[in-house]
């Protein structure tokens, strides 16, 4: 009997598109429901102009101090109305009337060193946490400065409920590496095409780039500079000249061509412990470059401190030292190599955390400080850090260098260093100002380091930072008197920022809101990637019933489309497990991670997930080279 072959029919190409639309409609769907669910989402509390006073309330104004007893606050829009005892105002029939019950009432609290990064979920950590001023010290850091500029603004015409932003563009200098680009890419296209590459890449490569870079940012919005690290010192000069003639105040870093003393003497605001140990450190060399993990001799630094506090006095010059940093990272370092069910990362406050940051946080080899140390030429986190004799003789200086400027005047505030690695959004303000009492200081002075002093530093002390009539109504009811224990900024009845009333009930609700919303994709995630391991179980069975039924044959025929797609689909997935293993490739591969750069950590924090999603992608894989080996068998009758 003579075999007659099947007739293929021929589809055409758009009934072949129009078929698989529903299936990629499908994939497009899961993707983006993946990534979407990443999006910030802030709630907008619509400003009223109605008035509410605080009753029976103990006001601890900021201005001296002193407890004013049983006191009643009027309130009205965002502005402190009145203030004085009960026998002296009268309530207004209709106001929204709190009853204080004996409680404190304490100007809003300041973090002078805030970074929202990606994280607009920020703001709400930073109002729950009772603080109503922030400063991003590098509003443009991600990328997300127009973001944050807008946010600014509509909280201060009161669209958005959130703390007051000031916003700092950084200005970073090319290192080593970058200027050594910029000199190639020069005499490549030199002959043909003069290039300012600083001036392109938004980076003060020279002094006039420099300069021209701070009115660029004062034009775009920002309200401040922040000086960088691997600026020399004369693009230094330019930068702080540009902005004193524009009126932006300028906070620092101390690069390494300009030195401490210079810094100084500059008059601008240092920013971090770390920058002020290059003045005591004895024959040492600053290299450029991030310092965090240098190794010190401190045996002069008791010699040398009241030289430095005399010299920031005389230079009139102010400190945020960011004490939680330190202390975060050296309880990490205690719990090395593998930090990451260190004590500090199981504390509550901890679950408000997107899940990307606490994934990169309990990493030692892929955060922060792994890139640090693989830019120093070693293989883990452990080999570079400080001993922990000679981390606690650092954590001592810090606290006793903070008691010595306190004491000689010198305007010192708190400042978290919020987003760096462990140190958590809003909630960690208070572990700074438990860190300042620790350091011999009263909760009152304390407390000023929060309110009052930030103001009169960031230049509008008669706008907020004490509780006066005419001021804007940023204030925090306590439990309990901040000035008997400064724990009791934990104990938090509510806030109300420009006006708004936001009680503890409210607050929490806002808080579990973010927990949930960050459950929610964990969820999704890991059901998509189950369904989709599964799936492609299923298909690797049914490609190997196949086989043991005849329907498909081992052995394929050589093309070279064919080697390179088995080429391509055995790359995909060792790519994708080494961007899990190193965090990013870039990383590990220019040792320093782009400021943008979005890695898989990022986009699937959890490692539950990630597993499941990971042996989805090798089932899948898998089954597509197999079938390039174990082709159909063309059925004949």
Do not use: C
Request: aromatic share 10%; hydrophobic share 45%.
């Amino acid at each position: 009997m003579n075999s007659i072959g099947i007739k293929h029919i021929k589809v055409p190409a758009w009934k072949t598109f129009a078929l698989h639309m529903g299936t990629w409609a499908k994939v497009a769907g899961i993707i983006v429901l993946i990534l979407l669910t990443y999006l910030p989402v802030s709630a907008a509390l619509a400003q009223t102009n109605e008035t509410v006073a605080f009753v029976n309330v103990n006001v601890i104004p900021m201005d001296s101090e002193r407890v004013l007893q049983a006191q009643t606050v009027l309130v009205q829009g965002d502005r402190i109305l009145e203030i004085g005892g009960a026998n002296e105002i009268s309530v207004p029939p209709g106001a929204h009337v709190i009853d204080g019950d004996g409680r404190y009432l304490i100007p809003g609290l300041t973090d002078t060193h805030f970074h929202i990064l990606d994280n607009m979920d920020s703001l709400t950590l930073a109002i729950a946490n009772g603080i109503t001023t922030i400063r991003d010290p590098n509003a443009d850091y991600v990328r997300t400065g127009q973001e944050i500029l807008a946010a600014r603004d509509q909280i201060a015409s009161g669209e958005l409920v959130g703390p007051t932003i000031t916003a700092a563009y950084s200005l970073i200098g090319a290192s080593d590496r970058v200027q050594t680009l910029f000199d190639n890419v020069d005499k490549v296209v030199g002959p043909w095409f003069a290039g300012d590459w600083g001036a392109a890449t938004n980076i003060p490569a020279d002094p006039a780039t420099g300069g021209a870079l701070v009115y660029k940012a004062f034009e775009e919005g920002y309200d401040i500079i922040k000086v960088n690290w691997y600026l020399d010192r004369e693009t230094f000069d330019s930068i702080v000249t540009a902005a004193d003639e524009l009126g932006m105040p300028v906070i620092a870093h101390v690069p390494a061509d300009v030195g401490i003393e210079h810094t100084i003497r500059s008059g601008v605001e240092i920013q971090h412990n770390g920058n002020l140990l290059a003045f005591y450190a004895k024959d040492y060399v600053r290299q450029p470059g991030p310092n965090y993990l240098d190794a010190f001799d401190l045996s002069e630094a008791d010699q040398r401190l009241p030289e430095l506090v005399a010299l920031m006095k005389e230079n009139g010059v102010s400190f945020t030292p960011t004490m939680s940093v330190d202390v975060t990272a050296f309880e990490l370092f205690d719990n090395l190599p593998d930090w990451s069910q260190a004590a500090i990362l199981q504390r509550p406050g901890y679950r408000y955390a997107p899940p990307s940051y606490m994934s990169q946080w309990s990493d030692a080899a892929g955060g922060e400080f792994g890139v640090v140390a693989r830019g120093r030429g070693v293989s883990s986190v452990e080999e570079i850090v400080p001993p922990p004799a000679a981390r606690e003789e650092i954590l001592a200086l810090h606290l006793r260098q903070l008691k010595a400027l306190v004491d000689a005047g010198v305007p010192v505030m708190t400042g978290s260093d919020s987003s760096a690695i462990g140190v958590m959004w809003g909630f960690s303000i208070h572990d700074e100002l438990e860190l300042f009492v620790k350091a011999g200081l009263t909760p009152y002075q304390a407390l000023e380091a929060s309110t009052r002093i930030p103001a009169e530093v960031m230049g509008d002390p008669q706008e907020w930072g004490t509780i006066e009539a005419g001021k804007h109504a940023d204030m925090v009811l306590l439990n309990a008197n901040p000035l008997e224990s400064i724990s009791n900024t934990r104990e938090i009845e509510g806030v109300m920022v420009r006006g708004q009333w936001l009680p503890q009930e409210t607050l929490q609700g806002m808080l579990d809101n973010l927990a949930a919303k960050y459950e929610v994709p964990k969820k999704i995630q890991l059901i998509i990637a189950i369904v989709m391991t599964v799936g492609a179980l299923i298909y690797n069975v049914f490609v190997i019933r196949g086989i043991r039924n005849g329907k498909r044959r081992l052995g394929w025929e050589f093309s070279w489309g064919k080697i390179l797609r088995i080429v391509l689909l055995v790359l995909v997935p060792v790519v994708w497990w080494v961007f899990w293993h190193t965090d990013t490739v870039f990383s590990h591969i220019l040792r320093a991670r782009p400021e943008n750069a979005v890695t898989v950590r990022i986009l699937i924090p959890w490692p539950a997930t990630f597993i499941w999603i990971s042996l989805a992608v090798t089932f899948w894989f898998l089954a597509w080279i197999t079938v390039t080996f174990v082709p159909k068998v063309k059925m004949k009758l």
